[in-house]
C-alpha cells in the first residue's frame, strides 16, 4: 500500500515536472475571465492577481477580499506550494468547502501541470 | 445520463418581516453538492436548475418537493438555464464549451459545441431575441449566436475583452448584455452581430447581470459599486440606486410581471425587492448564510432563488398573478 502511495506521489510530481508553460497558457483561460498574471492589470477582476502564485502566501494579496473560506483555509496551509495548488485546481470545493470561486476544477493532472508551469514561467513585477 | 431522486428536506414558511401580507417565501432541498447556479421556470410548472458541479439539469417538482437530474455530457458544468421559446431549456454550458438543449419532453439532450478555435470561454447566459436566435456571452470576452434551425454558432469578440456576463432581451426581442470586468451595458446589432457600448455613470461599477422591464428599460446589477442601476434606451438616461447596509454587492438582477426588481445582496445575505414607483427597497433574508445566490428568475406570481452555496432552491410567492 505504501509502495503504491509512493508511487502515486512520484507519478503526480513527474507529470508536474513535465507540465509545459506554452500548452498551459491554453489552460489559463479556464481562470482568465476572474485572473491575470499581468502585474500591471488595470481591470477590476474577480479573483486576485496569480502573479507569483507558485510560493506565496495564501490570500495574501492586499486589498483583495477572499472568502472566509479561503482565510481558513490560509491560516491552516500557509502558503501556495506546488502540490496544494494542483490539489485545489483539481477539486476548488472539495479542497475549500464554501470558496466562493464558481469553478468546478481541472480533472486532468497533466493539464494542471502545464497551468502550474505556465503560472511558474510568469515574471514577477 | 444519471437519474436520482432527492425528496423534500426544507421546507419552510416565514411569516415575519415580509412588506407584504401575501407574500410567502418556502425553501426546498436539492441533491448535495448540486451547486445550483442559475433557474428556469419549466413550461410543466417544474422548475429547471443548472446543477453546475453535477454536470447535469435539475428538473425539480414544487408539488411534491422532489428533484432529478439528468446527465448533459462528458466535463459538463452548466451555468445558465433558460426556457426557449420552444419549451425546451437551453443551457449555457462552460465544462463542455456548449450550448446544450433539453427536451423535456423526449429528454433528448443535444449539443452545440462553440468552434474549436475559440478555446474555452467560460460560457455565461443566454437570451432568444424575437427571431428565435439564440444569443450567449462567454465571460472571456466573447458572446455569440446560435440559429437552432440551421445549427450555425457564431462567436463574437467583445469590447473590452473579457467580462461579458448576464444578458436579456427586450419585450420588442432586442438583446443587450453587461460586462462585469468591463463594466459596460452593451446592445447588440442582431444583424452584423456588433455591440454597442453604452456606458455607465458610475466608472468600474462591475455589472454583473441585466434584465428588462416591460418597458424595455434596463435593470442592471451593479456587483463593485453595490448599485441598482437603470437605463432606458429612449431617452438614453440613467438613474442609480444604492443598496442599503454598509457594504453591498449586487449580484443578480431580474423584474417580474409587475415591474418591480429583484437582486441579490451577498453583502447582506439577503433578496431585495425594488419598487420603482416607490423607490424603495424591501429585504428578505437568504436561507442561510453564503447561500450566494446567482441568478433569479421566475413566473407569474413566484419569483424562484438558486442558493449555489447551500444547494436550495428559495421561491418568493409574491400573491400576484399579474
Known amino acids: ?125 | 445520463m444519471r437519474f436520482f431522486r432527492c425528496s423534500l428536506a426544507v421546507a419552510a414558511l416565514f411569516a415575519a418581516a415580509l412588506p407584504a401580507a401575501a407574500q410567502q417565501v418556502q425553501v426546498y432541498q436539492l441533491p448535495a453538492g448540486a451547486y445550483p447556479h442559475d433557474v428556469a421556470p419549466a413550461p410543466d410548472g417544474k422548475m429547471w436548475y443548472a446543477a453546475q458541479k453535477h454536470g447535469a439539469i435539475g428538473i425539480f417538482d414544487p408539488k411534491t418537493g422532489e428533484a432529478r437530474e439528468v446527465k448533459l455530457g462528458p466535463k459538463s458544468a452548466p451555468h445558465g438555464v433558460i426556457t426557449g421559446p420552444d419549451g425546451a431549456a437551453w443551457l449555457t454550458d462552460g465544462g463542455q464549451n456548449a450550448i446544450v438543449r433539453f427536451d423535456p419532453k423526449t429528454e433528448e439532450i443535444k449539443v452545440w459545441k462553440l468552434p474549436e478555435d475559440t478555446g474555452y470561454t467560460n460560457l455565461n447566459t443566454a437570451a432568444f431575441d424575437k427571431d428565435g436566435i439564440h444569443w450567449f456571452t462567454g465571460q472571456n470576452g466573447i458572446y455569440g449566436r446560435l440559429d437552432p434551425k440551421s445549427g450555425e454558432v457564431k462567436v463574437f469578440k467583445a469590447p473590452k475583452g473579457r467580462g461579458p456576463y448576464g444578458i436579456t432581451a427586450t419585450p420588442d426581442g432586442e438583446v443587450y448584455y453587461v460586462s462585469l470586468a468591463g463594466s459596460f451595458l452593451g446592445k447588440i446589432d442582431r444583424a452584423t452581430g456588433e455591440t454597442t457600448v453604452i456606458e455607465p455613470p458610475t466608472p468600474n461599477q462591475g455589472a454583473r447581470r441585466v434584465w428588462s422591464d416591460s418597458k424595455g428599460r434596463l435593470w442592471v446589477s451593479e456587483w463593485n459599486s453595490g448599485n441598482l442601476s437603470m437605463h432606458d434606451p429612449k431617452d438614453g438616461s440613467w438613474k442609480a440606486w444604492r443598496l442599503p447596509g454598509e457594504k453591498p454587492r449586487n449580484y443578480a438582477v431580474y423584474v417580474d410581471e409587475r415591474d418591480v426588481v429583484w437582486m441579490t445582496d451577498w453583502g447582506a445575505d439577503a433578496v431585495l425587492s425594488f419598487d420603482p414607483k416607490t423607490e424603495k427597497f424591501a429585504s428578505f433574508p437568504m436561507s442561510a448564510k453564503g447561500a450566494n445566490v446567482r441568478q433569479i428568475l421566475g413566473r407569474p406570481g413566484e419569483v424562484w432563488f438558486p442558493e449555489s452555496g447551500t444547494d436550495r432552491l428559495m421561491v418568493i410567492r409574491t400573491g400576484a398573478t399579474q
Open chain 1, 1 to 125: 500500500m505504501t509502495m503504491l502511495a509512493v508511487a502515486a506521489l512520484f507519478s503526480c510530481e513527474a507529470a508536474r515536472a513535465a507540465g509545459d508553460p506554452a500548452r498551459g497558457e491554453r489552460a489559463f483561460q479556464y481562470c482568465y475571465s476572474c485572473h491575470t498574471v499581468d502585474p500591471n492589470e488595470k481591470a477590476t477582476l474577480q479573483g486576485p492577481n496569480l502573479v507569483g502564485i507558485v510560493g506565496r502566501r495564501i490570500a495574501a494579496q492586499e486589498g483583495f477580499e477572499y472568502s472566509p473560506a479561503l482565510r481558513a483555509f490560509a491560516r491552516e496551509h500557509g502558503a501556495w506550494s506546488e502540490d496544494l495548488l494542483d490539489r485545489y485546481v483539481a477539486d476548488p470545493e472539495t479542497v475549500v468547502p464554501k470558496t466562493t470561486m464558481a469553478f468546478r476544477g481541472v480533472e486532468e493532472a497533466d493539464e494542471r501541470a502545464d497551468l502550474i508551469a505556465y503560472l511558474k514561467a510568469q515574471p514577477k513585477p
